[in-house]
């Protein structure tokens, strides 16, 4: 009768012990679970009214505005309302001008992206270019995309997928090109890629 009890408690305490290891087991597992951080994705900054300028040898030779800039870690950049790139020439004069809907810069290849309605307009040439993405390259000095786009002179209006300009837009190289140009006075029709400078 006294082993019977014995093997009883022997039998209790040992299922007690496995039951207080299970529980400690458990509570383990959710205290790591809470210190799992989550890394944080968002902006690190957020700033109004921004207004960026590039000069050279003392000169401003572009500025950038924005309503509203956010800054991430990687150094990223978004601008998620309407930004406004003004091209000036040597003199300070405003020569070119573009806007588009929203943009961001990206840190690791150094590029804007302008977006959304972007408009991009030579004063000097009367020139005007209309596309849903137009990439500025700062280094480079150049403008591009790969989307549709049409470029109006007062002598042309074409029509295209994927160009190429200069950032003062003299210069431009098209591809997949539609529309109606003038060569020597004449009017001729071209659906090949086009190079053109304008004088």
Not at 131 to 143: E, F, N, Y
């Amino acid at each position: 009768m006294m082993n019977g009890r014995l093997k009883n408690i022997q039998h209790f305490i040992v299922s007690l012990i496995l039951l207080l290891f299970t529980f400690m087991a458990i509570s383990c597992e959710e205290k790591k679970k809470k210190s799992i951080r989550v890394q944080y994705n968002g902006p690190l900054m957020s700033t109004d009214n921004l207004v960026v300028a590039f000069s050279d040898s003392g000169y401003t030779k572009v500025k950038l505005t924005t309503a509203r800039q956010l800054k991430f870690q990687n150094e990223d950049e978004v601008y998620p309302k309407a930004v406004y790139v003004t091209f000036y020439d040597r003199t300070g004069v405003e020569y070119s001008s573009l806007r588009g809907d929203s943009g961001r810069f990206e840190r690791q290849s150094g590029i804007y992206k302008v977006m959304g309605n972007v408009f991009f307009f030579n004063r000097v040439q009367q020139q005007s270019l209309s596309t849903d993405l137009l990439i500025w390259s700062p280094v480079q000095k150049k403008v591009y995309t790969d989307k549709k786009f049409t470029i109006k002179t007062p002598k042309e209006e074409l029509h295209g997928i994927g160009m190429e300009a200069d950032q003062d837009f003299t210069h431009y190289t098209m591809r997949k090109t539609k529309g109606t140009f003038s060569v020597d006075s004449l009017a001729a029709q071209t659906d090949t890629a086009v190079d053109t400078t304008s004088y």
